[in-house]
């Protein structure tokens, strides 16, 4: 994350807005066999945080430029904030990158300012989500192909806490969702065993 030389403003401008954001609704439902997940699109979301926003002083800008999605969270003394989400442009067509761009738009804007906008999924408490390998760069799906046979290979050899190791070496939200699809249901459950005993580790 990148920002302007001072924070003070903005900072305490995102404390003000965090105050009162609440989740926002979650109309839209993608649905396979397997599961079921809800999001809120980002219309309604733009629709709900922008007056919010507007009183505490701020904006956000979101664009394009040289493979990356920036977007900008801007407050009105001109200090700012903002990320950069990585694009791949190897899709069939333009409907497919249009729809990239929309699906990290909504994700990259919720995260800057911290509002929950669809179901967690954040792996291991997910189910996988059909298509998000597609999502990723050919060579980003390369290297997630191989961790998932990494942690087969460990799991496979009794070496569950391994895989549990190799697993959690991933961090970018939309890899770990590709990686969680890749899984069999027997390595998912171990998977989600050991997050909990792990985070119910750290409460004692």
Same mark, same amino acid.
Not at 38 to 47: F, K, M, S
Not at 49 to 63: D, E, K, N, S, V
Not at 70 to 91: A, D
């Given at each position: 994350?990148?920002?302007? #030389? +001072?924070?003070?403003?903005?900072?305490?401008?995102?404390?003000?807005? +965090?105050?009162?954001?609440?989740?926002?609704?979650?109309? $839209?439902?993608?649905?396979?066999?397997?599961?079921?997940f809800?999001?809120?699109?980002?219309?309604?979301?733009?629709?709900y &945080?922008?007056?919010?926003?507007?009183?505490?002083?701020?904006?956000?800008?979101?664009?394009v430029? !040289?493979?990356?999605?920036?977007?900008? &969270?801007? %407050?009105?003394?001109?200090?700012?904030?903002?990320? #950069?989400?990585?694009? !791949?442009?190897?899709?069939?067509?333009?409907?497919g990158?249009?729809?990239?761009?929309?699906?990290?738009?909504?994700?990259?804007?919720?995260?800057? &300012?911290?509002? @929950?906008?669809?179901?967690?999924?954040?792996?291991?408490? %997910?189910?996988?989500? +059909?298509g998000?390998?597609?999502m990723?760069?050919?060579?980003?799906?390369?290297i997630?192909t191989?961790?998932?046979?990494?942690? $087969?290979? $460990?799991? !496979?050899?009794?070496?569950?806490?391994?895989?549990?190791?190799?697993? @959690? +070496?991933?961090?970018?939200?939309?890899?770990? @969702?590709?990686?969680?699809?890749?899984?069999?249901?027997?390595?998912?459950?171990?998977?989600?065993?050991?997050? $909990?005993?792990?985070? #119910?580790?750290?409460?004692?």
């Open positions: 994350m990148k920002t302007s #030389e +001072q924070t003070s403003e903005i900072t305490a401008a995102l404390i003000d807005l +965090q105050g009162k954001l609440k989740p926002v609704q979650r109309t $839209k439902v993608v649905k396979s066999k397997s599961f079921e809800r999001y809120a699109p980002l219309d309604a979301i733009t629709e &945080i922008t007056p919010l926003m507007q009183a505490c002083g701020l904006a956000f800008l979101q664009a430029d !040289n493979g990356a999605l920036t977007t900008r &969270i801007v %407050h009105k003394s001109g200090q700012w904030i903002e990320s #950069e989400t990585f694009l !791949n442009r190897e899709h069939a067509n333009m409907q990158f249009g729809g990239e761009i929309t699906y990290k738009r909504r994700y990259a804007l919720c995260s800057l &300012i911290g509002i @929950v906008s669809d179901d967690d999924v954040d792996a291991p408490r %997910h189910s996988p989500v +059909q998000s390998m597609e990723l760069s050919p060579r980003r799906q390369s997630i191989d961790v998932a046979e990494i942690i $087969k290979d $460990k799991f !496979n050899d009794g070496n569950e806490y391994g895989a549990y190791e190799e697993y @959690v +070496q991933i961090s970018d939200q939309d890899e770990r @969702v590709a990686l969680w699809s890749l899984l069999p249901s027997k390595v998912r459950t171990c998977l989600t065993n050991l997050n $909990k005993a792990e985070r #119910e580790g750290a409460k004692s």
